[in-house]
């Protein structure tokens, strides 16, 4: 199995700036993209960013500019940089790692932006 271990989230002002992280371990050989999807209470969970094999990326239209996900390929490690956060972005976060097409979830971290 692949487990996922997250950190960073909490609670922030409007126009602040947070870092997680998600570091990935277990039966790990072939990854096909790592990313991060969030879900607010009453809400799908939605796609935030992902990084893909080759270091592709792709981001939410509603956070292009702001956040950036980036990935330690030794460390099998994923990180999303999150800058100028509003009210709107909170959400749990989660990590998710793909692989052979096999999705696979990190717990979820709560991000809370007050105004």
């Known amino acids: 199995q692949v487990q996922l271990v997250e950190s960073g989230g909490g609670l922030v002002q409007a126009g602040g700036s947070l870092r997680l992280s998600c570091a990935a371990s277990g039966s790990i050989f072939s990854i096909d993209a790592m990313g991060w999807y969030r879900q607010a209470p009453g809400k799908q969970r939605d796609l935030v960013a992902t990084v893909i094999t080759g270091a592709k990326t792709n981001y939410a239209d509603s956070v292009k500019g702001r956040f950036t996900i980036s990935r330690d390929s030794a460390k099998n490690t994923v990180y999303l940089q999150m800058n100028s956060l509003k009210p709107e972005d909170t959400a749990a976060y989660y990590c998710?790692?793909?692989?052979?097409?096999?999705?696979?979830w990190g717990q979820g971290t709560q991000v809370t932006v007050s105004s």
């Open positions: 998710n790692l793909r692989q052979r097409g096999i999705h696979y």
